[in-house]
């Protein structure tokens, strides 16, 4: 096995995450390309391959290589850090399915609902046949924003942040080669858990749908202490409480958006909306400033509709995260569950919750289809 501090990483997107890796990567000395879509993007870096950081980590690093052509970026590496939207991981698994080398890693930062099942899936109806392991982060490690071509400021850098991979008798060797880099990675039960812990699913669609009107018209305001009103935490517990029994049906672990709130933050309330105005993080966070937003165009296609349309596979109603996906749909005039994570696109169609259960740890869709789980009510 390769020992951890030897590690080969790409880098895939030079956005404020893909910039901050690399940075972190590079200036803790492992060999580091970085690849962009848009080459003018890393022009500069591709001349003068360092990239400072400041904030919490000061320093620069050099990375290997900066390039626009995915099949050198990932050549040779060991792990592929994904860090660009989740609405771009489908192309993206497109894209490296021909260039894969057996034994590679490829890790979503992060998956948000499904991303390892969507990438997992596509590699194999694209034809890929070599030995990859797909696995996923609950959440990105940093608090980040890039600040130059060449520069990127980390805020914060998470304690703890759970990561899963596909099959999920992988995860620890997974956790085991990331060590070196970030120890800070825990192991989940599988991409179940991972997925169906996004919290990002009930803090962020439905509080930017129901402000609608005042981001449009540009007032600016606290995102969460004036956004999330009373009766917009009533609504947010509505859908907290549909993931939360999705959740249990697959019989995966998780805990309420009120009780996460209070073990990542310390903020308590008897209801979600008070532990929101609890949240002291949460105080001088202001509002998006258009609706053309990730809180809706990634996490309705990448969140929502992945919960809902694994919650339709297995005969569960969830009123209110159709809601907010047909409002999604209404106000953009997209359709966010065309374009989103249905069953199909997760490799889940037709399969029971036992046999989602068995195809998350396994990876093998065909045992997974092909066993029958007997059930005992206990």
Known sequence: MISPMDVKFAV??????????????????FSVNLYNRTYSKIEGLAKNPYINLSGSIEGSGKINLATSDIKEAIRGTDVIMITTPATGHYELACLIAPYLEDGQVIVLNPGRTGGALEVYETLRSNGCTKDITVAEAQTFIYACRAIGPQSAKIFSVKNEVALAAIPATRTMEVIELLSEAYPQFTPANSVMETSLNNFGAIFHPAPTLLNSGHIERGQTFEYYIEGITPSIGQMLEKLDSERMHVAMALGVKTISARKWLEESYGAKGDTLYEAIQNNSAYKGLTAPKGLNTRYIYEDVPCSLVPIASIAEELGIETPAIDTIIRLANIITGENFIEK??????????????????????????VAATHRNVEVVAL
């Open 340 to 365: 989103g994570r249905t069953v199909e696109k997760l490799g889940l169609k037709g399969l029971s919750a036992s046999q989602i259960i068995e195809f998350a740890q396994t990876g093998d869709l």
């Open 12 to 29: 895939i997107g030079a956005g404020n995450g893909g910039l901050a890796m690399a940075g972190y990567l590079a200036y803790r000395g």
